[in-house]
């Protein structure tokens, strides 16, 4: 996204989210029927509306996003406003600015840094707007002055977020071993590992890299004869061509690197990256491991472009809307109370790392949605504890059971 001030990013996407259109800020309205009805809006009878601000809702992991919130907004009669900001600070503190501006009376965010949460958080509090975050979660050892806020706060209602250091851990394992079930050049396992990162200051790489380091330690505690090695972080940002910069300028500096953890996920960076190692004829040569899967994924997988990959937790953000969703609603549970830091739900990833792990996927979470019409107005219904039990029990088991 092209940088912009403060001032006209607030009149673009206000002028935006307002009228439910679509040009890089986009918008889309829920269902029109029956708008007025008491069981479609909050305590006066109003309509609901919530907004959505995201990095962006065109890339893999963030269309998906989108699509699973407007899919449960159709089904309960929830209007819908979504503001791209580019994980840009300004950008992501305006986004809250305009949508609490369009009228929403809750918003889910995906933001980039804890720091920008203090004014998205005051925000809200001053215009009386729920705010939960989906993907993110606030670090209260690393940022207490804002979990403070948090807490403080009688409209934060709280987050969905991925065991972050977990998902590190297990992908480093993953790159370490040996897989005869991957593509023919890539299967022995992992020594001299680099790090690709996404931007300064991410919450969610930061706990990422705790996880690639802890589980590169626990490796080389017990493969002490066989240790494994892991770069610095080199940042890309969130550009497909500093992707390919990045993985070209690891390359040559050290031949012998066999892997590359690209940490910003299925987004511009990781594009960028596997396509480099193609131009350089390193494709099926070096393992690449990485988060939020890519729509080719099981091309890259076959062919040996991508070694392994977590993600399918697209459905996180259904969740924190849902959330947002039962706060306006005035449900019991969810309602935030001062003093309270609000309601936690820790997501799970589904990794893959062959063909035939990723065929499993794409039937049960792509073909197939991972939950039906009926199945998401049901969810609306649950109190937080069975939410979150529905929530963490999602896995490619879990779907098979039901749609059996």
Known sequence: MKDVSRRNFIKMSAATAGLGLAAGLTGCGGNESGSGSASNGGGDGEKIKIGVSIWSSTDAL??????????????????????????????????????????????????????????????????????????????????????????????????????????????VELLCSDNDQAYEGIQKGARNIKLEAWTVGDATFQERWKGYKSGVEKWNKEHADDPVTLSEPVYANTSSSEGANVTQQFYNNDKSMDALIVAGGGGDPLVGSVGQLKNMGLTGKIRVASTDFLDDLKEQLETGGMYCESGGHFCDPLYAFLMVYNAIKGKEGFVPTAGNFGCEIKFPYVFVSSVAEYEDYEKYFVEDAPYTDDEIADLAELDFDALNEAATSLSIEDVKERHA
């Open 62 to 171: 963030g269309k998906l996003s989108v699509e699973i919130i407007e899919k449960a907004a159709d089904i309960l009669g929830v209007e819908i406003s979504t503001v791209d900001q580019g994980h840009v600070s300004e950008q992501v503190t305006a986004s809250i600015e305009t949508l609490c501006a369009a009228g929403c009376q809750g918003i889910v965010v995906c933001n980039s840094a804890d720091s920008e949460m203090t004014s998205a958080i005051n925000t809200c509090n001053e215009n009386g707007v729920y705010l939960a975050q989906f993907y993110r979660m606030i670090n209260k050892e690393n940022s207490a002055d804002v979990y403070a806020v948090a807490e403080a706060s009688e409209y934060y209602v709280g987050a969905v977020h991925e065991d972050e250091v977990g998902n590190g851990e297990k992908l």
